[in-house]
């Protein structure tokens, strides 16, 4: 089964610093990766996604990620953080049900990022 | 108008009521989706639909009750809750037939049941 582990729950950076954010999955085919940010009470932002070509992949915001199958990852990075940056960072897998049907996303437990001023 | 509207943004009901929660796309989405997100944790699968029929149920209590009135339109009917369902909901869409598309979520609505 598909399945995607985020291995750091919290992270905390200083403002300006660089970042990553790490995301390994499990999955049997070519995976289809997201990154989502969610604020504190509410929704969740597409921030970037992989589906093929291009390995490294920009997103919003100044976000970019790079997916290596070999390590099966797709890690998150910023440059320079910015204050505004705090949230909850989720990676995500698609998956295809049998059939080419029921589409659906499973999320890793996310990682909580702090940024010091 | 790329937007997953969600209705209400704050509900609180006791175990004996019935109340719904709505979401609205006017993107042209045919798949529509309920997720539960418990606090500090992942959002957890609840529902699909599949061009307004449902696809996917994740084995979820009868108490949720979810419907599919139109393309646009998926609301997520509430009866005898626990306080234990206390959560956000929330509801995303995504273009099927975009297979390896994403999906777009609402703001959510938060649910305390007492």
């Known amino acids: 089964a598909q399945s995607v582990t985020q291995p750091d729950i919290h992270i905390t950076v200083s403002e300006g610093a660089s970042l990553e954010l790490r995301c390994n999955y499990s999955?049997?085919?070519?995976?289809?990766l997201f990154w989502y940010v969610q604020s504190p009470g509410q929704g969740l932002q597409l921030l970037l996604k992989?589906?093929?070509?291009?390995?490294l992949v920009q997103g919003i915001k100044g976000f970019e990620a790079e997916f290596k199958r070999s390590q099966s990852s797709f890690n998150l990075r910023k440059p320079s953080v910015h204050w505004s940056d705090a949230a909850e960072y989720f990676c995500?897998?698609?998956?295809?049900?049998?059939?080419?049907?029921?589409?659906?996303?499973?999320f890793g437990k996310g990682t909580l990022l702090t940024v010091n001023p | 108008d790329t937007e997953v509207t969600q209705t209400p943004k704050h509900l609180v009901m006791g175990m004996t009521n019935k109340k719904s929660l709505k979401c609205e796309q006017h993107?042209?989405?045919?798949?529509m989706y309920w997720y539960k997100q418990k606090a500090k944790k992942p959002p957890e699968l609840m529902f699909v639909?599949?061009?307004?029929?449902?696809?996917i149920n994740e084995s979820v209590p009868s108490r949720f009750s979810p419907e599919c009135p139109n393309s646009s339109l998926l609301n997520l009917h509430l009866h005898a809750l626990q306080p234990e369902d206390s959560a956000l909901y929330l509801c995303?869409?995504?273009?099927?037939?975009?297979?390896?598309?994403?999906?777009?979520f609402g703001e959510g609505s938060r649910l305390t049941v007492l």
């Open positions: 995500a897998v698609g998956v295809i049900g049998s059939g080419g049907s029921n589409y659906k996303l499973t």
């Open positions: 995303a869409s995504s273009q099927k037939g975009q297979i390896t598309g994403e999906l777009f």
């Open positions: 999955y049997g085919a070519t995976p289809y």
């Open positions: 992989y589906f093929s070509g291009d390995t």
């Open positions: 993107m042209g989405h045919r798949a």
């Open positions: 639909y599949s061009y307004e029929k449902l696809s």
